[in-house]
Nanobody
Framework: QVQLVESGGGLVQAGGSLRLSCAASGRIFSINDMGWYRQAPGKQRELVARITRGGSTNYADSVKGRFTISRDNAKNTVYLQMNSLQPEDTAVYYC?????????????????WGRGTQVTVSS
């Protein structure tokens, strides 16, 4: 069974920084794209940033220049460094990963989500 566990959320003042981590565990063969999404109260979940296994990245326009996504393939972990945080960044942040896992003598390809970590930015 594959799990994604996020950590690093919390309360920070505007202009501050936080670093989120997401570790994948279980019977993993390989991990392709990994990413971070967020959902604010009353809003739909939206993409924040994604990174391919090879390190190519893309970001939402609202976070470009402030957030940086990275990954450690050896640790099956993805990170999100968030700088210059603003109140509008307040949301639950979710980790997502496309994972090929061992299953029933073969492989299974599926999309996984973490449970989310709360980020609150005060003004």
């Amino acid at each position: 069974q594959v799990q994604l566990v996020e950590s690093g959320g919390g309360l920070v003042q505007a202009g501050g920084s936080l670093r989120l981590s997401c570790a994948a565990s279980g019977r993993i063969f390989s991990i392709n794209d990994m990413g971070w999404y967020r959902q604010a109260p009353g809003k739909q979940r939206e993409l924040v940033a994604r990174i391919t296994r090879g390190g190519s990245t893309n970001y939402a326009d609202s976070v470009k220049g402030r957030f940086t996504i990275s990954r450690d393939n050896a640790k099956n972990t993805v990170y999100l460094q968030m700088n210059s945080l603003q109140p509008e960044d307040t949301a639950v942040y979710y980790c997502n990963a496309a994972i090929l896992s061992y299953s029933n003598g073969g492989y299974a390809d599926a999309d996984y989500w973490g449970r989310g970590t709360q980020v609150t930015v005060s003004s």
